[in-house]
Nanobody
Framework: QVQLVESGGGLVQPGGSLRLSCAAS????????IGWFRQAPGKEREGVSC??????YYADSVKGRFTISRDNAKNTVYLQMNSLKPEDTAVYYC????????????????WGQGTQVTVSS
């Protein structure tokens, strides 16, 4: 089973950018759908983006601002976040499931520990 470690979170002003990384070990990300999720205090976890060999997904709330990419050689998936808003503040998690397409959230079976993103002036 793949193990995941997120990094790149931090404090940023509204309108700023961050790039999150999801480094995988134990298996190659090529065979996995990798998703980014977030959970804000008092709110349910929501899917943000997903990348697989067969599909890419973005939540409506981040379309045009966030970009997911993968570097199979580095076994890492990135989430570039631009034009950040205070409502993007959350703990961001990456998750993985073996497969060619992005599934529903409940199908992801490997999760990282999360990285905090805070958007505030």
């Amino acid at each position: 089973q793949v193990q995941l470690v997120e990094s790149g979170g931090g404090l940023v002003q509204p309108g700023g950018s961050l790039r999150l990384s999801c480094a995988a070990s134990g298996s190659t990300v090529y065979y996995y759908a990798i998703g980014w999720f977030r959970q804000a205090p008092g709110k349910e976890r929501e899917g943000v983006s997903c990348s697989s060999q067969g599909s890419t997904y973005y939540a409506d709330s981040v379309k045009g601002r966030f970009t997911i990419s993968r570097d199979n050689a580095k076994n890492t998936v990135y989430l570039q976040m631009n034009s950040l808003k205070p409502e993007d503040t959350a703990v961001y998690y990456c998750a993985a499931v073996r497969g060619w397409y992005c599934p529903q959230s409940s199908d992801f079976d490997s999760w990282g520990q999360g990285t905090q993103v805070t958007v505030s002036s």
